[in-house]
Nanobody, 125 residues
Framework: QVQLTESGGGSVQAGGSLRLSCGVS????????MGWFRQAPGKEREGVAA????????FYANSVAGRFTIAHDKSKNTCYLQMNSLKPEDTAMYYCAAGRVEWWQLLVPSKFGYWGQGTQVTVSS
């Protein structure tokens, strides 16, 4: 059974930084992808960043490219999302997800089969 455990959300002023962590357990091979998604009230869940665990190849949504960094530590089975230069529009519930996903679908929520419980990120102006 694959389980994801998130931590690291919180409140920060615009321009600040936060780091989210997602521990992964239950995958028997390294051939999977990790993704971070977010959902603001009244909006659809959207992909933020994703990474292939085997190759550590990252992929970002245009809205966060250059500000957010995704990383995967194989030794700790943990995925991180470093968020810098945060903006009020980054405010949302952030979820990590795992699954075996084709590279062109890395930001598509429905392609990921396993999800964390979510952690709130609030950015004030």
């Amino acid at each position: 059974q694959v389980q994801l455990t998130e931590s690291g959300g919180g409140s920060v002023q615009a321009g600040g930084s936060l780091r989210l962590s997602c521990g992964v357990s239950g995958y028997t091979s390294g051939d999977y992808c990790m993704g971070w998604f977010r959902q603001a009230p009244g909006k659809e869940r959207e992909g933020v960043a994703a990474i292939r665990a085997a190759s550590n190849s990252p992929f970002y949504a245009n809205s966060v490219a250059g500000r957010f960094t995704i990383a995967h530590d194989k030794s700790k089975n943990t995925c991180y999302l470093q968020m810098n230069s945060l903006k009020p529009e980054d405010t949302a519930m952030y979820y990590c997800a795992a699954g075996r996903v084709e590279w062109w679908q890395l930001l598509v929520p429905s392609k990921f089969g396993y999800w964390g419980q979510g952690t709130q990120v609030t950015v004030s102006s």
